[in-house]
C-alpha cells in the first residue's frame, strides 16, 4: 500500500486542493483511494458530531465511505491542547496508528493531509515529519509562492524536518503570472541545487480563489434581498465602494467578476455597481436600499445582500473568504487536476510511492 503526506510551509497554501486532486487523479488510474486527516484544526459540528472542515469537504467531493472519526481521529480541542502543556499523558499514537491501519484495508493509495503548517501539533508529537516518520511515509511539501521569502519559509521547513529522506520534495503552489519566469528560472534550480527537489510550479488561479455567492452569504450570515436563484455565481474579488460615484463606474469595470461591499444609504454607489454588472451588491449596516436599487438589481440579475456589520468588519469577512475558499464545487475539483497534470511531475510523486501513472 502507498501513501504521501502532503504538507504545508502555511495555512491557505493550497493542501487540501492538491490533497482532493491527486486523490481524484489516483482514483480515475483505477487505484483504490483512501485519504485521512489525522489531526482536526478546522473543527466544525456535522449532524452532531465534531470533524474537521477540510477534510469533510474532502470525503464529500471524492465520495469516501471510511467514517470520519476515521479520517480524522485527533481534534485540535482547548482540552487536547490543556492536557498537551500540562503534560496530560494521551493515547494519541495508538489512536493514528489504529486510524491509519483503518484507512488502509482494501486501499492502494492513502493520501494523508498534515495540519497547516508544517510544525503544527510539535507540542504533542505530531508535528507533520513526526506523523509521516510514524507511519513510514514521505512527504510532499506545498508552498504558496506569495513572494520570493516562501524560499526563506522552504529552508527553514527543512530544518524542523530534520530527516531530508523524509521529504519527497516541493510543489510551488499560487505563483502570480508576474513572478513565473522568475521562479522557474532562479528559484527552482535554486532549491535543486540545495538538495530538494521539485516537483512542480502552478500558477495562481483565479478559478480556485473563488467563492460562490451562497457561501458569501453563509460567511457574513446575510440577507438576500434580490437575486435569490443567482447564488451559484462565483465571485473573484471584492470591491469597497467609498468613492464619488463618477469615479466608481470606471472602478468597478477595471476589476470583472466582483462583489461590491457599500453601505446600505449609497444609493449612488449601489446603481453605479448595478450598471457596472458586478456580480453581487453587499450591504453593510443593516440599511435597506430604496425600491429603484432593488428593481434595478433583480432586472439585472444581479443579487443583493444586507449584512448587520460594518463595512470595515464586512471587509474583514471578505478577506476570509476571497482565495481562502474551499473546494466544494465539482467545477474547482476539475480545475485542480487540470493544473496539476499540466504543471507537475505526476509520474515522479506516483514513482516515489512506487506507484505508475
Do not use: W
Not at 482540552?79 to 499514537?93: N, P
Not at 451559484?232 to 466608481?248: C, H, K, T
Not at 464586512?314 to 473546494?327: K, N, P, S, Y
Amino acid at each position: 500500500m502507498a501513501s504521501i503526506l502532503v504538507s504545508s510551509s502555511e495555512k491557505f497554501s493550497g493542501k487540501s486542493s492538491i490533497c482532493m486532486g491527486l486523490g481524484k487523479i489516483f482514483r480515475d488510474k483505477g487505484y483504490a483511494v483512501g485519504y485521512m486527516k489525522p489531526v482536526g484544526n478546522l473543527l466544525i459540528d456535522v449532524h452532531g458530531s465534531l470533524t474537521d472542515e477540510d477534510a469533510e469537504g474532502i470525503k464529500m467531493m471524492l465520495e469516501l465511505d471510511d467514517p470520519t472519526k476515521i479520517i480524522t481521529p485527533i481534534h485540535l480541542t482547548d482540552s487536547l491542547i490543556d492536557d498537551a502543556l500540562t503534560g496530560v499523558k494521551k493515547d494519541l499514537d495508538d489512536r493514528l496508528m489504529e486510524a491509519y491501519s483503518s484507512i488502509s484495508e482494501g486501499k492502494d493509495v492513502v493520501i494523508i493531509e498534515g495540519t497547516g503548517g508544517i510544525g503544527g501539533g510539535a507540542m504533542y508529537n505530531l508535528s507533520d515529519p513526526e506523523i509521516a516518520s510514524k507511519l513510514g511515509t514521505k512527504m510532499l511539501l506545498v508552498t504558496r509562492f506569495d513572494s520570493i521569502y516562501a524560499v526563506d519559509r522552504i529552508l527553514c521547513d527543512l530544518r524542523i524536518i530534520q530527516d531530508r529522506d523524509i521529504l519527497a520534495g516541493i510543489i510551488l503552489n499560487e505563483v502570480p503570472e508576474d513572478m513565473m519566469e522568475r521562479v522557474t528560472e532562479l528559484v527552482v534550480p535554486f532549491l535543486e541545487k540545495k538538495g530538494i527537489k521539485v516537483f512542480g510550479v502552478i500558477p495562481q488561479d483565479k478559478t480556485l480563489r473563488s467563492v460562490p455567492i451562497s457561501e458569501i452569504v453563509e460567511g457574513l450570515r446575510a440577507e438576500v434581498l434580490v437575486g435569490a436563484d443567482r447564488l451559484d455565481e462565483f465571485v473573484e474579488n471584492y470591491l469597497v465602494g467609498a468613492m464619488e460615484a463618477g469615479s466608481a463606474i470606471k472602478y468597478f469595470r477595471r476589476i470583472p467578476n466582483s462583489a461590491v461591499i457599500t453601505g446600505g444609504d449609497r444609493a449612488d454607489i449601489q446603481m453605479a455597481a448595478i450598471e457596472s454588472r458586478v456580480k453581487c451588491l453587499i450591504l453593510t449596516g443593516n440599511m435597506l436600499p430604496s425600491g429603484a436599487v432593488l428593481a434595478s438589481a433583480e432586472e439585472a440579475d444581479i443579487p443583493v445582500i444586507l449584512v448587520r456589520g460594518d463595512t470595515m468588519t464586512t471587509i474583514e469577512r471578505m478577506e476570509q473568504l476571497i482565495g481562502h475558499a474551499h473546494i466544494k464545487q465539482q467545477v474547482k475539483l476539475d480545475r485542480i487536476v487540470d493544473l496539476l497534470e499540466s504543471n507537475v511531475d505526476l509520474s515522479s510523486i506516483a514513482e516515489v510511492m512506487d506507484l505508475e501513472l
